[in-house]
């Protein structure tokens, strides 16, 4: 009864910006941690970015000091906002939720679809 809605992806240049969104619906008490990952065609998915219930960020070396996650805890929503991409970012970016569904359950981990993101030089 939890689902997560991705929005954003595209085609952008290098250089350019792209703002992913990630709202979560359904039976949602709380959302923990936040992150987006990324996968690209033959490789492992890999975390680009996280954010706690309380506003610490974590993020690969690769994009730090150009994307920034960020979160509206009132509308369940998480966001990446992806500044200066390169074609290396390129991949399928997927958004990852730890929800807890009542005051008196486990937080369970739940994925988006995945949105594309192509980043042309």
């Known amino acids: 009864q939890v689902q997560l809605a991705e929005s954003g992806g595209g085609l952008v240049q290098a250089g350019g910006s792209l703002r992913l969104s990630c709202a979560a619906s359904?039976?949602?008490?709380?959302?923990?941690?936040m992150g987006w990952y990324r996968q690209a065609p033959g490789k492992q998915r890999e975390l680009v970015a996280a954010?706690?219930?309380?506003?610490?960020?974590n993020y690969a070396d690769s994009v730090k000091g150009r994307f920034t996650i960020s979160r509206d805890n009132a509308k369940n929503t998480g966001y990446l906002q992806m500044n200066n991409v390169k074609p290396e970012d390129t991949a399928v970016y997927y958004c990852n939720a730890e929800v807890r569904r009542s005051a008196w359950s486990r937080s369970i981990s739940y994925w988006g679809q995945g949105t594309q993101v192509t980043v042309s030089s």
């Open positions: 359904g039976s949602i008490f709380s959302i923990n941690a």
């Open positions: 954010i706690t219930s309380g506003g610490s960020t």
